[in-house]
Each structure stands twice: as C-alpha cells, then as structure tokens.
C-alpha cells in the first residue's frame, strides 16, 4: 500500500505546466520565412505577409529576430499555440529612432474574445529591447507588433517564451482519470498476491 501511495504522489507530481520558449538565434537563417511553419508547439503569420527571420537588428540587441516582410505590413503578427497557454511574452524593438512606436500584445481565446492586452509608448528610445507579457487561462494566440502612424506593425520581435495552461483540464476530470490510475494500481497489486 505503501508503494500505491508512493506512486500516486508521484504522478500527482509530475503534472506540471510546459513552458515552451523561441529565439532565433539557432536553427534558422537570414531571410528565412517561417510563417506558417510548425515551430514545437507555436505557428507565426502576419495576415498573408511573411514573417522574416532578420539579423539587421539595430545596436547589436540580438543575433537574429523577425519582422514581417514587406517592412510594412498590413496586419500584425499572430502566433497561434498547439494547446491552450495561461501566459505569454515577447522582446520587441523599434528599427530606427526616427519616429514615436507604440508596442502591443494582445492575448484572445478560442471564441477571439480578448483575455489580456498590454502595451508600451517606445518613443524614439532607440537601440532598446522592451519585454511585454500578458496572461490569461484559455488563451489560444496572441498579437503582437507595434509600429507609428506613419510605420505601422514595422518592428522586430525575439525571444518569444508561453506557459501552457493547465486549467485548461477540467478539476472533475482530472480527477476521475486520477481514480482511474489509483484502482488500476489496486487491480494490479491484488493480482500480484
């Protein structure tokens, strides 16, 4: 009984939440464009444009990044998730201090209602790299870009890092599946003697 014990606490354990994360520093090349590709567990498009992997990121902030090509798109970039994530964020950066950029993420669920936004006034700061997260159960993808009036959705993005969402199993069944685990132990161990 006491090994019954053992085991189901160790399973009651091993359910942790799965981070996933995304940088562009390996594995992919400049000029690359990843829209629409499978990237373990996120997929990357801009509304029809691509989604370019860059190494001209200002003031040597990072190796590689993307934008969406043509430079100025006509839609954000959007990642959509395999499963469900509770939390989400990105670094962005502005490629020239030459007009005021406003930076956005927007987190929405499956029926497109909007868990969390949050966004951040770049200004003409320059050669900086600025992380915005939100967060939220049920969030199935999110926005994210930022630009001016005059540039709109023209930034770079990298560094890319999401939490499932372990809400997303139900509690009563989670628990009848943790039931059915426990009797199967029982099952086993009675026919062992």
């Known amino acids: 009984m006491k090994k019954l014990l053992t085991s189901a606490a160790a399973l009651m354990l091993?359910?942790?939440?799965?981070?996933?994360?995304?940088?562009?520093?390996?594995?992919?090349?400049?000029?690359?464009?990843?829209?629409?590709?499978?990237l373990g567990g996120i997929t990357i498009s801009a509304g029809g444009n691509a989604v370019e992997v860059t190494s001209s990121?200002?003031?040597?902030?990072?190796?590689?990044?993307?934008?969406?090509d043509p430079?100025?798109?006509?839609?954000?970039?959007?990642?959509?998730?395999?499963?469900?994530?509770?939390?989400?964020?990105?670094?962005m950066g502005d490629f020239g201090p030459s007009d005021d950029d406003t930076l956005f993420v927007e987190a929405y669920?499956?029926?497109g209602n909007l868990v969390d936004s949050t966004t951040f006034a770049y200004g003409t700061a320059g050669d900086t790299l600025e992380t915005?997260?939100?967060?939220?159960?049920?969030?199935?993808?999110?926005?994210?870009?930022?630009g001016s009036q005059s540039f709109p959705?023209?930034?770079?993005?990298?560094?890319?890092?999401?939490?499932?969402?372990v809400?997303?199993?139900?509690?009563?069944?989670?628990?009848?599946?943790?039931l059915a685990g426990l009797g199967?132990?029982?099952?086993?161990r009675r026919r062992q003697r």
């Not at 199967?184 to 086993?188: D, L, P, R, S, T």
């Open 153 to 165: 959705f023209s930034i770079f993005a990298d560094n890319l890092a999401w939490v499932d969402d």
């Open 109 to 111: 669920d499956s029926m």
């Open 184 to 188: 199967a132990f029982g099952v086993m």
């Open 57 to 68: 990121v200002p003031g040597g902030l990072s190796n590689f990044a993307i934008n969406t």
């Open 132 to 146: 915005l997260s939100v967060s939220g159960s049920g969030i199935a993808y999110v926005l994210f870009d930022g």
């Open 14 to 38: 091993a359910t942790g939440a799965y981070a996933g994360s995304l940088d562009f520093e390996s594995g992919f090349v400049n000029g690359q464009d990843i829209a629409g590709l499978d």
């Open 167 to 178: 809400s997303a199993v139900p509690l009563p069944a989670g628990g009848a599946l943790l």
């Open 71 to 91: 430079f100025v798109a006509d839609a954000p970039m959007r990642a959509d998730f395999d499963t469900l994530i509770s939390s989400f964020s990105v670094d």
